[in-house]
C-alpha cells in the first residue's frame, strides 16, 4: 500500500513538472518613431520560471510590417530567452498596435500574446515643405493639361508636423474650383489631403493658361492662414477615334 502511494505520488510529480514563461513585459511600447529612420528593433525577454525546459516552437506577427526573431533552443529553469520583434514603418503613419503570438512547447500556459505599439512620424511631416505646422507635399500643384471640356483636378498631401491639433476650418477658391478638405482635425503626425476639381477650367484660363490660389483659414496658431497654388492647361478636346 505504502510503495503505491509513493508511486502514486511520483507520478503527479511528474505531471505537474512543466516549464513557465515569465516575461518581463508583454507590450512594448516604441514611442514616437519616423518612417524615415526605416525599422525599429526591440526585444521581450522572457525567464523560464518553471522546474522543465521550454522550447518556442511558433512566433507569429499579426502584420507582415512586424519580423520577428527568437531563441529557438531549449530553454533550461531558470534560464532566460528573447523574443526581438523589427517593425517596418514605412507607409504606415500614425497610431499603431500590432500582436505577436508566441506558442511554447513543456510551458504553461503554452500560449502567449505580446504586443508592440507607438506612433510613427510620416517622412512628410519632416521632407516637406512647412507653413507653419503643417508640411506640404507640394505648395504650387501642376495639374497638368485638361482637354477642352473636361475637368481640371490635382491635390496636395500634408502632415501635421507641429505639436498640436489643426483644423481647416474655411476654405476659399475662385467660384467655379471645387477644395474637399478634411472636416475632422488633423492631430501631431496625422495625415491630410486636399483634392482640387475644376468643372469648367477655361473659364479661369488666359491664354489657355490656368493658375489660382486657394486660401485656408485654419486653427494653426503659428500660421493661421495658408495659401497654395493650382497652374494648368486647357488643351484642344480630346479626340475619339471613328467606332468607339
Not at 513543456?106 to 519632416?126: C, I, K, M, S, Y
Not at 507640394?138 to 483644423?167: C, I, M, S, Y
Not at 493658361?209 to 497652374?231: G, S, Y
Amino acid at each position: 500500500m505504502a510503495l503505491r502511494l509513493l508511486l502514486l505520488a511520483l507520478l503527479a510529480a511528474s505531471a505537474s513538472a512543466q516549464g513557465r514563461l515569465a516575461f518581463d513585459a508583454e507590450i512594448l511600447d516604441l514611442g514616437r518613431i519616423a518612417e524615415a529612420d526605416g525599422p525599429v528593433e526591440r526585444t521581450f525577454r522572457f525567464t523560464n520560471a518553471g522546474d522543465q525546459p521550454v522550447r518556442l516552437t511558433s512566433v507569429e506577427a499579426s502584420c507582415g510590417c512586424t519580423t520577428p526573431s527568437w531563441t529557438e533552443d531549449a530553454v533550461a529553469p531558470g534560464e532566460e530567452g528573447v523574443i526581438r520583434v523589427a517593425y517596418d514603418p514605412a507607409g504606415r503613419p500614425g497610431d499603431f498596435e500590432k500582436a505577436v503570438f508566441v506558442q511554447a512547447e513543456g510551458a504553461e500556459p503554452n500560449a502567449v500574446t505580446l504586443r508592440v505599439e507607438g506612433v510613427v512620424r510620416p517622412a512628410l511631416a519632416d521632407a516637406g515643405e512647412r507653413i507653419g505646422s503643417l508640411a506640404f507635399n507640394h505648395t504650387t500643384a501642376d495639374a497638368g493639361v485638361a482637354p477642352a471640356g473636361e475637368p481640371l483636378q490635382t491635390a496636395f498631401q500634408f502632415a501635421n508636423a507641429g505639436a498640436g491639433p489643426v483644423r481647416i476650418e474655411r476654405v476659399d477658391a475662385p467660384e467655379g474650383v471645387e477644395v474637399a478638405s478634411p472636416s475632422r482635425p488633423i492631430f501631431p503626425d496625422g495625415l491630410g489631403g486636399l483634392f482640387v476639381s475644376v468643372a469648367d477650367p477655361a473659364v479661369l484660363a488666359e491664354a489657355d493658361a490656368v493658375a489660382f490660389e486657394i486660401v485656408l483659414h485654419t486653427t494653426d496658431a503659428e500660421a493661421p492662414v495658408k495659401r497654395v497654388t493650382v497652374t494648368g492647361r486647357v488643351g484642344p478636346p480630346r479626340v475619339i477615334p471613328d467606332g468607339e
